[in-house]
């Protein structure tokens, strides 16, 4: 068992194991640069296809191990356009699709059909314009963009206009409420004022006199009370008390008989 297990390889008498050790070397990197516009890469769909070959639904966002090459076209002959093949699941037919830098999308080339074509595809998306072409059509856009802009800026001073006025009829209203507000004013203290003046003083302070007069007149007609006459010893008693006694210089009190 130990012999079966054991490496047996043969060595030349002429074998160097340097020159070997070299040539696996540029053996890997002719490989290497041989390889390197396709590479084998994990890539999602773009957006959701159809095989031709089988009519297999694929959708969008789905994984598949594809290869990513670089194309030879180049758009403005400076931005690179890159190509990726995928299989079918179902037929393993060759789907290609590749990069379109001037709609910023993709553009299906080989093996199947976009189930939804985007709107700038019916008007030639996806052909390659050239230098002088590309100058032209960012010249329209900029006098376009240009025109815009203008059309944009007489209208934002139109929208201005339009709020000064706004504000300015607003100020208006507020300034004639303010008027009639104090002219009413006014006509009230002047009513009160004249009203006023219609109230005589004399006139008042007469018939404070007359009424004062009516009052003592009736107070004058009302009955007395009857008040009986005091009698002589009351008379004489009260008037007893009135006299004022004499002193005793020597302070001996004298009784009469």
């Known amino acids: 068992m130990s012999e079966r297990k054991s490496i047996n390889k043969y060595y030349p008498p002429d074998y160097n194991p340097l020159a070997a050790e070299n040539a696996v070397q540029k053996a890997a990197k002719k490989l290497k640069s041989k390889n390197r516009d396709s590479i084998t890469i994990r890539l999602m769909t773009p957006f959701s296809m159809r095989c031709l070959k089988c009519s297999e639904y694929i959708a969008k966002?789905?994984?598949f191990n594809g290869k990513k090459e670089l194309a030879?076209?180049?758009?403005?002959?400076?931005?690179?356009?890159?190509?990726f093949s995928i299989k079918c699941p179902r037929c393993n037919n060759v789907i290609c699709f590749r990069t379109d830098p001037k709609s910023a999308d993709y553009v299906?080339?080989?093996?199947?059909?976009?189930?939804?074509?985007?709107?700038?595809a019916a008007t030639g998306a996806d052909k390659i314009e050239s230098v002088k072409e590309t100058l032209e059509r960012l010249?329209?856009?900029?006098k376009r963009a240009e025109i815009g802009n203008d059309a944009d800026d007489k209208m934002e001073v139109l929208e201005k206009r339009l709020m000064k006025l706004e504000r300015e009829r607003e100020a208006d209203e507020e300034l004639e409420l303010v008027k009639r507000l104090?002219?009413?004013?006014?006509?009230?203290e002047?009513?009160?004022?004249?009203?006023?003046?219609?109230?005589?003083?004399d006139d008042a302070d007469a018939d404070l006199d007359q009424l004062a007069e009516a009052a003592f007149a009736k107070r004058r007609s009302a009955p007395q009370p009857h008040t009986t006459a005091?009698?002589?010893?009351?008379?004489?008693?009260?008037?007893?008390?009135?006299?004022k006694k004499k002193k005793n210089?020597?302070?001996?009190?004298i009784k009469k008989r």
């Open 139 to 142: 010249v329209d856009a900029q």
């Open 108 to 120: 299906m080339e080989l093996g199947g059909k976009r189930n939804y074509e985007p709107a700038t």
């Open 182 to 188: 104090n002219d009413v004013r006014r006509a009230n």
């Open 230 to 243: 005091p009698s002589h010893q009351r008379v004489a008693k009260i008037a007893g008390l009135t006299k």
């Open 72 to 83: 030879k076209e180049r758009y403005l002959d400076t931005i690179k356009i890159y190509r």
């Open 249 to 253: 210089p020597l302070g001996v009190t």
């Open 190 to 201: 002047s009513k009160l004022a004249h009203q006023e003046d219609e109230v005589p003083t």
């Open 61 to 63: 966002s789905r994984k």
